[in-house]
């Protein structure tokens, strides 16, 4: 694999040069000069900046980006004559795009001071690069565009860059997590007006912040569950036909247009089943008992507990027992007893509950509502099993039912 060597301007290059190879200083000086600015900027937001993109915060996952996509799809679902569409949009080296002269007209606008715009303009430009490939070293590129490979400022500034990337109409909502954005159109009727503006927008947006949109890679999922549907025509990006899809994967989680978790379940349990061979090894091999539980909750558990609280409660009972029977297996070669998923699965709601509660910021603090007793939540109305089995509707039953328990033992 050819080794990258980036390295800052000549006044450093001696520095560099004369110590042994391998261990050049600026690296190591350069994050802690970025852990240092990182936490400036975070001091200079706003509390409430860019609600729903969830990567690079505190208390946020993939969990909660997947949930507040199928919660606004959903609750929209519940009303007669209408559907929703979801763009899962892919860019091409996201990271590689930004232009820092944008970059810092946007951080101005936000409010940081001139020195600081202008520090991350000259960190961000005029960047010499070589590549080594064992004794051969290729001539230098300056760069001065996108954010640097391994950068502790990377992910903030790319979150700052597409801070605004919001939807121009409110039937409309714009999820991220990173550079993975989706856009989620609810429609009433047949008016696909606003969806389509808004992807035009999006176009539009991408092309004015040097974004690239693949459309080969962007896919498109329709949830459509009205007795006289019809499919709509397709979707358009700079002249290429946007693919419409079955099923989509977003986040390590497959989501399909009929709602239903079977593809998914099949997915954790064909990776997990996989998984289960290495642990047999390991217990042919006399390795303790305690590794051998280390082992299953680091390489099978995890597998199985992935997104957990998206996806266990939309399960049939013939799907969560193919899943237990999975921890059933793991419980015969490791020899001792193994959380259940169903108590992960609940653990796992109690804990985001809280996680939302006490954070006024999260997007989906406005969906727990306390009741006057100050102890229950009020519940989540809903008309069908897709809303009711959703992650909020059950988080709110559990935590509730919770509550009543600790209170009754009381």
């Known amino acids: 694999m050819p080794e990258v060597i980036p390295y800052h301007p000549d006044t450093q290059k001696v520095l560099i040069h004369s110590l042994p190879h391998g261990l050049p ?11 240092l600015l990182l936490g400036h900027i ?25 949930s507040i996509t199928l919660h606004t799809a959903l609750s929209h679902l519940e009303h007669r004559e209408t559907y929703a569409r979801m763009l899962f949009v892919d860019y091409s080296s996201a990271f590689n795009t930004i232009i820092p002269d ?5 951080l101005s606008e936000l409010g940081l001071h001139l020195l600081t715009c202008s520090w991350i303009k000259d960190f961000l430009t005029n960047r010499p690069q070589t590549v080594k490939l064992d004794p051969h070293l290729s001539s230098t590129r300056t760069l001065s565009t996108g954010s640097t490979q391994g950068c502790v400022l990377s992910p903030l500034l790319y979150t700052l860059y597409t801070a605004d990337c919001r939807p121009a109409h409110t039937s409309n909502t714009v999820v ?38 693949n459309t080969t ?18 979707l358009y990006i700079d002249g290429n036909c946007v693919e419409r899809v079955h099923s989509f994967t977003l986040l390590g989680t497959t989501i399909s247009a009929d709602l239903t978790w079977s593809n998914n379940t099949m997915t954790v349990i064909r990776k997990a089943q996989q998984r289960l061979h290495f642990l047999r090894k390991l217990r042919r091999n006399e390795v303790s008992q305690e590794l051998l539980v280390t082992f299953y909750r680091s390489t099978i558990e995890s ?7 998206v996806w266990f409660s939309h399960c049939t009972e013939a799907e969560r027992q193919s899943l237990q029977r999975v921890v059933k297996t ?7 007893p193994l959380p259940s998923l169903k108590d992960i699965y609940q653990s796992r709601c109690l804990s985001r509950v809280t996680s939302i509660t006490t954070n006024s910021t999260h997007s989906a603090f406005p969906l727990f509502e ?25 988080a709110i039953i559990i935590r509730n039912a919770h509550t009543s328990t600790n209170h009754t033992s009381l």
């Not at 200083?25 to 852990?35: A, D, H």
């Not at 944008?102 to 946007?106: A, R």
């Not at 597998?303 to 609280?309: A, F, K, M, R, V």
């Open 217 to 234: 890679k962007t896919k498109e999922i329709i949830l459509d569950f009205r007795k006289n549907r019809t499919d709509p025509p397709p």
């Open 303 to 309: 597998i199985l507990s992935y997104g957990i609280t």
């Open 176 to 213: 991220m997590f990173a550079d993975d954005t989706t856009v989620v159109g609810l429609i009433s009727g047949d008016d696909k007006t606003a969806y389509r503006d808004e992807v035009l927008k999006l176009s539009r947006w991408c092309q004015a912040n040097n974004l690239i949109l």
């Open 102 to 106: 944008i970059l810092v007209n946007k």
């Open 370 to 394: 306390l009741l006057p007793s100050g102890r229950r939540y009020r519940s989540i109305r809903t008309r069908t099993n897709r809303l009711r089995n959703s992650f909020f509707p059950q």
């Open 42 to 66: 975070k001091d200079s937001l706003p509390p409430i900046f860019v609600p729903h993109q969830f990567a690079y915060k505190a208390n946020r996952s993939t969990d909660d980006a997947i």
């Open 330 to 336: 793991a419980q015969r070669i490791i020899g001792c």
């Open 25 to 35: 200083p600026t690296p190591v000086i350069t994050k802690c000069l970025e852990r």
